[in-house]
DNA sequence: CAATTTTTATTGCAAATGCAACATAAATGA
DNA sequence: TCATTTATGTTGCATTTGCAATAAAAATTG
């Protein structure tokens, strides 16, 4: 069996740390950009489905969103139909720093394609779907407290 | 182009997330197996290296050591032939906890490849490898202060 | 050789992270 | 219907995380 885990560990924490790096110049602190690239991209999306989407703590993604809402760059709206939630969307200051995440996101990822054929990519993409998708059912289940077997 | 980074972030925060629960059995905190697998794989590893392998900033590496260290996982020893280095290994109790983080990560990797066939598994492995590779150049290019042009 | 730069390690903040514990609205079910 | 369970959101700690700044040993350079 191989091991990818490290492999994908070691990428996952080298991009994050030259993202937060990054995006300090725009008075993002660490994390921030999650949540605020899928905000702009799916505007009315709410906090839960934001975590499980970023695979964060609740209460983690709780305290990022407010972050971004004083820090003025999403806003939460009721839901005319349901109290319990809030739709977050992007503010203006929001919608202008979008373009500078995505950005620096599409050279992180074409410097992670750097020598990979067009074949290899779509393929690690695939593959990499299917990881994704594997995983996040042990990570929901754990996260609910569930205990794994092995 | 491809988004891989999103997929590899993913799952890279579920993974963390349900090691850092499971280990809490063995009186792991957050992130610390990270380092205790590396130290009893490699004993005599001095902290810099370990930072580096993991992707992980100094400082943060340096605490981590410093509880495992304090918690009786790991100790320091001083280098004959070079007083600035502390290289790191298990103590007993670090070797008897390494099986089951051993045994957890290699649960949580055939997870993760369930369903990929063993060409699909050996190629997600060498192209993870190659990704891998193409950014903990830019990583330690950043980490050192060094800006990115795009 | 001495001066400078690089490597390795640490501490002081300030901030993010996440488990418990809680609250309330919505959904389910008997 | 109303009682119970689930979904969504928040705060209170205790902890990790990481940038600056500092220190000191080693390596490099002139």
Redesign the interface.
Known sequence: ?????R????????????SN??FKEYDLTKGQY?YLVRICEQPGIIQEKLAE?????RTTASRAIQKLETSGFIEKREDLHNKKVKKLFPTAKGEQVYPFIK??????????????SEE??????E??????H???K??ES??KGHK?N?
Do not use: C, P
Request: proline share 0%; hydrophobic share 45%; charged share 35%.
């Open positions: 069996m191989r091991e990818i885990l492999e994908i560990g070691m990428i996952a924490r080298a991009l994050d740390s030259i790096i990054e999650l989407m970023i695979k964060v703590d950005r620096e996101n599409d050279y992180s990822n074409s410097v992670a394609l750097e020598g990979l290899e990519t779509e393929m690690i993409h593959l990499l779907r299917k990881v994704r594997n995983v996040e042990d990570w754990v996260k794994r092995y």
